[in-house]
């Protein structure tokens, strides 16, 4: 904090729970806009009474981890238009729409439904620029029916992968334990990507994973936004 308040930055984004109501003000009286990740309503409106400027609504469908605050609780399966509205009926705040688009309609699904702006992740993966591993890459793209889950079992918070060894295996066992579990698994996660082995990486991804597509980020943002 004393770094971005001293050198600030056009944006800071927090996400996994909300900073004092003191650090949103000093962060916005040096100039930075202030955006805050939000799974609910009661998350929206307490990062509104906080004075964030812009609030980052994610669904459960979104790939890696969910920025929810009660990460005991495996987050709500509700589709992202139905979250935008309720929190859009609660708080006049910008919000930025993001879990699980992948599609044209998606992204108009998400503006009509209120939101400023459409965010994705999992539907860059296989991008040309993205750093995907090449194990992941190839799990993405296997036509075999993988699911993804929600799981604690990489990191001891709640994350949507795709299913492999490791989740079937851990997912009912894993505690809340973030982050000691990610440490824990964090060697495993790299010796398994260097031994060209899916089935203990952590293959976070969200709902919409079938439509990441090997081309150059631009021309999938390009047909992602071609219906606006
Ligand atoms: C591989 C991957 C890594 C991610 N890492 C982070 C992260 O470090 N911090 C964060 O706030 N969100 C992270 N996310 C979540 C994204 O910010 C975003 O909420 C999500 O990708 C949107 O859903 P989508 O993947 O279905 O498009 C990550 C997502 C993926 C797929």
């Given at each position: 904090m004393d770094l971005l308040l001293s050198s600030p930055v056009p944006v800071v984004s927090f996400t996994f729970g909300l900073p004092d109501e003191a650090v949103v003000a000093a962060l916005r009286k040096a100039g930075t806009l202030v955006v805050q990740t939000v799974t609910a309503p009661a998350e929206a409106r307490a990062a509104a009474e906080a004075g964030v400027d812009v609030l980052a609504v994610q669904s459960s469908a979104a790939g890696g981890h969910s920025g929810t605050w009660t990460p005991q609780h495996t987050p709500t399966a509700t589709p992202l238009p139905e979250l935008l509205t309720a929190i859009r009926n609660e708080v006049s705040l910008p919000l930025i729409a993001a879990g699980g688009i992948a599609t044209p309609v998606a992204v108009t699904e998400a503006l009509a439904a209120g939101a400023a702006a459409a965010m994705v992740g999992t539907v860059l993966l296989r991008a040309d620029e993205a750093g995907t591993s090449a194990p992941y890459r190839a799990a993405l793209a296997d036509p075999a029916p993988r699911r993804t889950t929600i799981t604690?079992?990489?990191?001891?918070r709640p994350a949507r992968a795709l299913t492999n060894d490791f989740t079937d295996r851990y997912s009912g066992l894993a505690p809340y334990g973030y982050p000691a579990l990610h440490h824990l698994t964090s060697p495993m996660r790299q010796a398994a990507a260097a031994a060209n082995?899916?089935?203990?990486?952590?293959l976070w991804a969200g709902t919409?994973?079938?439509?990441?597509?090997?081309?150059?980020a631009e021309r999938i943002l390009q047909r992602l936004a071609s219906q606006v």
């Open positions: 604690r079992a990489f990191t001891g082995d899916p089935e203990r990486i952590n919409g994973y079938r439509h990441a597509a090997a081309e150059p």
